[in-house]
């Protein structure tokens, strides 16, 4: 029997008040001002209700929504500092092919520790400038697998998709995965950004294509044909997994270049 929550009963399982609750529910792209994000709705992670009252609050699925939130209420209470923004610039129209990837092997499907969730896994992308000579990596954190890959000339953000695309292209379909990243443009773009411009017809707001589509749609559709859950968190940039899989992506992106 599924479980549900209010954003007060989260925040008290995560040790916070009910603000900062709804501050990482927003973090996560699973919150956006007073309402669920259709992503978060459309998948069963919220369900809206009405007080006795009759005043309108949200409830969350707990099982799933809580190993999402943990690590962002683990760095809000440790390290409350902002990770600094990468730069962004534009990346260039034609791409060149891609390295293989190295020592790909699928993730572990059995539970991962404390969640719901056969593996948590945890993705990087460095490019060396930005957009240069890009390597990604993702890690198993159960079981410490590492995947890498790169490119010869890519931005942060192209390998990013690149590697959750590799990712659940290997991994088993009936798999529930918590991918983790640093990267709050990877989960908004998963999550929020890319089923808003999917419905748009793949058009943003200012009615232009969205950068990196080519790799965004085939993105989407992955996560819609799979069987098995696929969530986004936000994690910290100085968390262990995270550290672990930049130094893989870092290393893939020098062998790339040199």
């Known amino acids: 029997m599924e479980t549900w929550a209010t954003q007060e009963e989260l925040g008290r399982r995560l040790g916070v008040d009910t603000q900062a609750a709804g501050e990482l529910l927003i973090s996560a792209g699973l919150k956006v001002g007073r309402e669920a994000t259709p992503d978060a709705l459309s998948r069963g992670l919220a369900a809206p209700d009405v007080s006795p009252l009759g005043r309108p609050f949200l409830r969350w699925q707990t099982a799933e929504v809580l190993p999402l939130l943990e690590p962002l ?92 695309l590799h990712l659940l292209d290997h991994a088993p379909s009936e798999a529930h995965l918590l991918i983790r990243t640093d990267s709050e443009h990877l ?25 990196d589509l080519a790799l965004v749609e085939p993105l989407l559709t992955t996560i819609a044909k799979r069987a098995g859950r696929a969530r986004f968190g936000l994690a910290d940039s100085g968390d262990e997994f995270i550290v672990a899989a930049t130094r893989s992506a870092l290393e893939a992106a020098h062998q790339e270049s040199s």
């Open 73 to 164: 209420a683990r760095r809000l209470q440790e390290a409350p500092a902002v990770p600094a923004a990468r730069p962004s610039r534009t990346p260039a129209k034609r791409r060149s092919p891609a390295t293989p990837p190295r020592a790909t092997r699928p993730p572990a499907t059995a539970p991962a520790a404390g969640t719901t969730f056969d593996a948590v896994i945890a993705v990087r992308a460095v490019a060396d400038p930005d957009p240069g000579p890009t390597g990604w990596a993702y890690m198993n954190q159960r079981t410490r697998v590492t995947t890498t890959g790169a490119m010869p000339y890519a931005t942060e953000k192209e390998g990013e998709l690149l590697a959750v």
């Open 187 to 211: 989960v908004k773009v998963a999550t929020v950004w890319g089923p808003t411009w999917h419905r748009n017809g793949w058009k943003q707001r200012d009615g232009q294509r969205p950068e």
